[in-house]
């Protein structure tokens, strides 16, 4: 479980340090005190005040345009997340993406897996569509 600082937290929700202070002392916040008294605040912890507010986690800058690379998608069903694990076996890879406090699980293949070069830790998108999901990685 990753820690961030309540000025790194703040920054990411695109709120003030005092802001972000008030909230963890009326209990709006979770947070982890240090043995010196300072407050922690659990990268879950700001995925889920994101998501209370409606707003998806800050998506790295894109990259210039790269051919054969996929800027944009007409599926609107996206869930924007971290990729926790990636299991390869024969021709199919299971990939783990965490999305705030939930995980979600996608079968997809082999060569998915290695022409998008998905690796744990990375930011990723779970695109659904009907009964299926897919993966895909935004440009660095």
Known sequence: MALLTVRDAAGRLGVTYSTFKQWIYKGSVRS???SGGHHRIAESEV??????QGRLPKAPRRARSTPGVIVALSGRNQLRGVIDEVRVEGLLA?????IGDQRLTAVITRDAVEELK???????LAVIKSTEVMIAREPE
């Open 32 to 34: 982890i005190r240090t």
């Open 94 to 98: 299971q990939v783990r993406l965490r």
């Open 118 to 124: 998905l690796k744990r830790g990375q930011p990723a």
């Open 47 to 52: 995925d889920r005040l994101l998501a209370v």
